[in-house]
Antibody, heavy 116, light 106 residues
């Protein structure tokens, strides 16, 4: 059974940093494409970033230069390093397996709140 | 690519046939997925590549369409189907979602 468990969310001031983690079981993170998708409170879904199994990474324009996606093979974990956080980054962040044509497995999410 | 769903919300009764539409701002072939999200839960994949039912999803859900116009149909609405539904294009990054359609109990 595949499980994705996110952690690392919390309250941070504008300009601050957070690192989100997504611990995987039942699948090997480095052998799959993995994405982060976020959802602002009461709003819709927004794709944030993907890391392909070959290592290529892509980001939505609003986070380019501020967020970094990565994986740790030894921990079978996906990360999202978020720097220079803005109020508009406030959202629930989900990790997902990205099949390049759909997101089939999702974690339960971790909440990031950016506020002074 | 912008994805536009209609309606934004609808009220329906158990047993009703429900149709939700999704329009892409350019052709996306059949690279269109549908997700269901219940409150305080992660989204769940229902339909991929416009018309393929994800494993374990009830057959009352179906999808159709191509190019720019797509439809999600629930043939007979069940109590557990009251939720918000999102379409998503997988034609090109950035992957984009529709704004969602909330299905409520009449």
């Amino acid at each position: 059974e595949v499980q994705l468990v996110e952690s690392g969310g919390g309250l941070v001031q504008p300009g601050g940093s957070l690192r989100l983690s997504c611990a995987a079981s039942g699948l090997t993170v480095s052998s799959n494409h993995m994405s982060w998708v976020r959802q602002a409170p009461g709003k819709g879904l927004e794709w944030v970033s993907v890391i392909y199994s070959g290592g290529n990474t892509y980001y939505t324009d609003s986070v380019k230069g501020r967020f970094t996606i990565s994986t740790d093979d030894s921990r079978n974990t996906l990360y999202l390093q978020m720097d220079s956080l803005r109020v508009e980054d406030t959202a629930m962040y989900y990790c997902t397996r990205d099949l390049r044509d759909s997101f089939d497995y999702w974690g339960q999410g971790t909440l990031v709140a950016v506020s002074s | 690519i912008q994805m536009t769903q209609s309606p934004s919300s609808l009220s329906a009764s158990v047993g009703d046939r429900v149709t939700i539409t999704c329009r892409a701002s350019q052709s996306i072939n059949s690279r269109l997925n549908w997700y269901q999200q219940k409150p305080r839960r992660a989204p769940k994949l229902l339909i991929y590549s416009a018309s393929n039912l994800q494993s374990g999803v009830p057959s009352r859900f179906s999808g159709s369409g191509s190019e720019t116009d797509f439809t999600l149909t629930i043939s007979s609405l069940q109590p557990e189907d009251f939720a918000t539904y999102y379409c998503q294009q997988s034609y090109t990054t950035p992957w984009t979602f529709g704004q969602g359609t909330k299905v409520e109990i009449k």
